[in-house]
């Protein structure tokens, strides 16, 4: 794959934040102007690569180049502080939100809670996180805008700024990485059923009553993930029917082990760990361990679906 110039980057930055039904025209304008430009440069004599650095300089932020394309106001905050609040705001607001919230339910079930306060609570505790984040993060730009302060990237924007295109999680790399990811992940079931990880112990976490079918199910669908990424990377890039398969087989996954929700953990184990209170243990590692299934499985889906819109609008 040819890496990307310069003009391809500043295209895609700009067209990050255009609607998906004028993208496509307006990148096409935006390069041939780009082209025509830095064809006018070297033609009176100017080095190909300081004439388009020159160009794009003179275009400036590409996203505030495409709310100019597209009519989009910039005044929240105003126009000079506007791209650095909207930027700063969403990153919190990723990480806050689901961080609380996770960790109010944790601290709920692991109360013995019940599922309606654990719900009501959650969601106050993200509402009311959310809220102080959009404020407070407002409050910050606001003072800096009536004390005149430069925000935190207060140099001059440069085609150095431009981002790297971002992976869309199709390369051979991360072929290879899932694909040992997945057999490290049964190479440690198998072992644990085996053999345990507790020393002078031949117990294992994981209930043996799982053996051999609901393990086989669980070794299956991990076959299939492996078939999926295969097929990603054969086509060369995420698709939003890959990213439905993907969520197929992560909710098989969770719906095997919701299945056998009696016996996941096995008790001889906690007997042998924690024998003074193994119930107390087994729970709060039941409750951890159903948190990080969840985790996972949610973050996996995302994850599909972000890869496949990426994946989209660069083709």
Not at 37 to 66: C, F, H, I, N, S
Not at 99 to 117: H, N, Y
Not at 130 to 140: N, S
Not at 141 to 164: S, Y
Request: glycine letters at 8%; hydrophobic letters at 55%; one cysteine or more.
């Amino acid at each position: 794959m040819d890496a990307a110039t310069l003009t391809d980057r500043y295209v895609a930055a700009a067209m990050r934040t255009v609607p998906e039904k004028q993208r496509g025209d307006l990148a096409a304008e935006l390069a041939a102007s780009i082209a025509d430009q830095v064809e006018a440069r070297t033609d009176a004599g100017e080095p190909a690569d300081a004439a388009e650095r020159a160009v794009l300089t003179e275009l400036g932020d590409p996203e505030r180049l495409a709310a100019g394309y597209t009519g989009r106001q910039l005044h929240l905050i105003g126009p000079r502080y506007y791209l650095d609040w909207w930027r700063l705001l969403k990153l919190l607001l990723w990480i806050v939100i689901p961080c609380v919230g996770a960790g109010v339910a944790l601290g709920k079930v692991l109360s013995g809670a019940p599922v309606g306060d654990v719900i009501a609570s959650v969601w106050v505790a993200m509402l009311t996180a959310g809220l102080h984040v959009a404020f407070w993060t407002t409050l910050v730009f606001v003072v800096l805008e009536r004390t005149g302060h430069e925000t935190m990237d207060a140099t001059p924007w440069t085609p150095d700024k431009l981002p790297e295109p971002k992976q869309t999680g199709a390369t051979f790399g991360d072929m290879v990485a899932t694909i040992v990811m997945l057999l490290i992940f049964a190479g440690v079931i198998l072992w644990d059923l085996k053999f345990g990880f507790v020393p002078g112990h031949r117990v294992s976490l994981i209930d043996p009553a799982l053996w051999p079918i609901a393990i086989g199910i669980l070794f299956a669908l991990m076959a299939l993930q492996a078939a999926l990424v295969v097929a990603v990377h054969v086509r060369g890039r995420w698709t939003m029917r890959f990213a439905a398969y993907h969520t197929v087989l992560a909710l098989a996954v969770v719906g095997v082990l919701v299945y056998e929700n009696g016996h996941i953990l096995n008790p001889a184990f906690f007997e042998v760990v924690a024998a003074d209170d193994a119930a107390n243990v087994q729970r709060i590692l039941t409750v951890i361990f159903w948190f990080c299934v969840a985790g996972i499985a949610v973050w996996g889906i995302i994850d599909a679906f972000v890869k496949a819109r990426r994946s989209r609008a660069v083709g």
